[in-house]
């Protein structure tokens, strides 16, 4: 088929720290394994702000113009030769990172970890793989996950990151009965809040600098308990740090009236502060779970959790998680998780959505967690 055969579907485009474009792209017809999606919803992150606002993410530079977002669902519109478990008209879930099945890790069935893993709208590898910013993208039709009835494109595009939660509860194992603290009431620590109590939690509690968040997570009834410390200057040497950290643990435990700490601690900020705090928050023999990306060198207080046998897992991303958070969100064990979305963009105002998480604060000063981003807003 010639180009000029071919339809035109707009794409959000990075070019670098805050240059967005909304560039005109020729929409190719799926190839052999592939099926062809039209983005419905897409749920932006902190790591498309991160790329939003820096022209990168961490140690992830942009290399080459980019189409941001990988929280997505939409509906099939075309399928690529070979392709059986998808048919047009379908709705679904899109699971962005494409793995390799071939190294010791995707053989593992740890294909989070994948030694040529790309994810899309990342700056990892490349060349580059576009993300869900777009109208229609093609896709590995293995990646689409079928969506139940009950659930809308908005609570699919949260699968993504509830899948992120749900990898961290399974990581640490945890039990029905455990009480569980939440670090950080953003999208992924509300979420976090959610899974726990649908998962039997006997207590939830989570704490943010944002009081309105913590308002939120309460009154959605995600956590029982919360406690908004207070803010205070940077630390001005590591030491001070830490004491701070002990000494901030031990405050949170006494509001919380969890003297012997929490069975499980989720710490969802990536900040030095909280992770520190996360170690002395748990109990003997506890687990903390790092979910949050952020300080990538921070200094811990290893001999606290060495000597107590608090252990730290690593969460990075998910794997066999679609499935089971698509049938959560079916379920209703996580109702009131759509109330999460507070702010809707069409395509084309994406710049100024990306700006508005970046504040933190809509224009009449109203809380912000998840925008959505799609056609139809």
């Known amino acids: 088929m010639s180009p000029s055969a071919l339809q035109l579907q707009p794409a959000i485009v990075l070019h670098g720290a805050k240059d967005l474009h909304t560039e005109q792209r020729t929409c190719w017809p799926p190839r052999e394994g592939q099926a062809q999606v039209a983005i419905m919803a897409t749920g932006l992150c902190g790591s498309d702000l991160h790329y939003y606002s820096h022209g990168r993410n961490g140690d992830f530079v942009l290399q080459a113009p980019l189409v941001l977002g990988h929280e997505a669902a939409g509906i099939v519109t075309a399928v690529g030769p070979g392709v059986t478990n998808v048919r047009v008209g379908q709705r679904v879930a899109l699971e962005c990172g494409v793995w390799c099945r071939k190294c010791r890790y995707c053989k593992d069935g740890r294909y989070n970890l994948c030694e040529n893993m790309r994810f899309c709208s990342s700056a990892k590898t490349f060349p580059h793989l576009d993300g869900t910013l777009q109208g229609r993208m093609n896709h590995p039709a293995e ?23 749900l990898h961290a509860s399974r990581r640490v194992n945890f039990q029905k009965g455990q009480s569980v603290l939440v670090l950080g009431a953003g999208a992924v620590g509300l979420l976090a809040c959610a899974l726990s109590k649908a998962s039997g939690a006997s207590r939830v509690a989570t704490i943010d600098i944002d009081s309105a968040k913590l308002e939120f997570a309460k009154s959605s009834g995600f956590a029982q308990m919360t406690y908004c410390p207070p803010r205070q200057e940077r630390p001005k040497t590591s030491e001070e740090a830490l004491r701070r950290a002990k000494e901030g643990a031990a405050t949170l435990l006494d509001v919380f009236k969890m003297p012997e700490g929490f069975d499980v601690v989720m710490e969802c900020t990536g900040a030095e502060s909280c992770i520190q705090m996360a170690i002395h928050c748990a109990r003997l023999g506890g687990k903390v779970a790092l979910v949050g990306m952020g300080t990538p060198n921070p200094t811990l207080p290893l001999s606290a959790a060495a000597c107590r046998e608090v252990d730290l897992v690593g969460v990075f991303r998910y794997a066999n998680t679609y499935p089971a958070a698509l049938a959560l969100l079916a379920s209703g064990k996580l109702r009131g998780v759509e109330k999460m979305v507070t702010q809707r963009f069409p395509l084309e105002r994406t710049a100024q959505a990306f700006e508005m998480l970046a504040k933190g604060k809509d224009e009449k000063g109203g809380l912000v967690l998840k925008i959505m981003v799609g056609p139809t807003y």
């Open 143 to 165: 990646l689409l996950h079928i969506l139940p009835d009950s659930v809308s494109y908005e609570q699919a595009s949260l699968a993504e990151p509830l899948s992120v939660v």
